[in-house]
Nanobody
Framework: QVQLVESGGGLVQAGGSLRLSCAAS????????MGWYRQAPGKQRELVAR???????NYSDSVKGRFTISRDSAKNTWYLQMTSLKPEDTGVYYC????????????WGQGTQVTVSS
């Protein structure tokens, strides 16, 4: 199994930056993909960035060019660097891993709140 803990959210003005962290423990070697998701108030959770075991990345159109997903293997931590933040980036951000041969998803954690003021 894989356990994840998100951190790094906060309140920031539009145009500012934040870096979110996702610390992983357990069967880290079995992670196929790590994704960052967000849920804005009144909206469904959406995938904003994903990175494969091999380092390939994908981004939603709404964050492309502003957000960067990365991994520090030595620290078993994944990051979401967010720049040029907009009020519409406000929401609860979650990391979620797809792992194992059966491509199981990790349970959703509490997430970390990001609030961007205009």
């Amino acid at each position: 199994q894989v356990q994840l803990v998100e951190s790094g959210g906060g309140l920031v003005q539009a145009g500012g930056s934040l870096r979110l962290s996702c610390a992983a423990s357990g069967s880290i070697f079995s992670i196929n993909f790590m994704g960052w998701y967000r849920q804005a108030p009144g909206k469904q959770r959406e995938l904003v960035a994903r990175i494969s075991r091999g380092g390939s990345t994908n981004y939603s159109d709404s964050v492309k060019g502003r957000f960067t997903i990365s991994r520090d293997s030595a620290k078993n931590t994944w990051y979401l660097q967010m720049t040029s933040l907009k009020p519409e980036d406000t929401g609860v951000y979650y990391c979620n891993a797809n792992y194992g041969s059966l491509a199981v998803g990790t349970p959703w954690g509490q997430g970390t709140q990001v609030t961007v003021s205009s």
